[in-house]
């Protein structure tokens, strides 16, 4: 550190950077806040958009795979017959 640097001058040095430092963890703590708000607002179109249609898309899946399940039964039916059939 240079000797021609006074107190006054060091302080007035140290002053300008708490400055600066302070500035800069309020545009963090904004920026911090902003994304809260937006993640609070993600999770609640998650929570009553994305996850009653995905509920809804499941119960039609299960549907259609109880009608398959009845129709191959159907089919496996009929298939035993006409095997018998060709034999």
Do not use: C, W
Not at 8 to 13: A, D, H, P, T, V
């Amino acid at each position: 550190m240079p000797e021609n640097i006074t107190n006054e001058q060091l302080f007035e040095f140290m002053t300008k950077m708490y400055g600066e430092m302070q500035e800069g963890f309020g545009q963090l703590n904004s920026r911090m806040d902003n994304m809260e708000g937006e993640i609070k607002k993600t999770n609640a179109k998650i929570d009553h958009e994305v996850i009653p249609k995905i509920d809804v898309l499941f119960d039609g899946h299960k549907q259609n795979a109880d009608k398959l399940d009845r129709i191959e039964k159907e089919v496996s039916k009929y298939e035993e017959i006409i095997l018998r059939r060709i034999k």
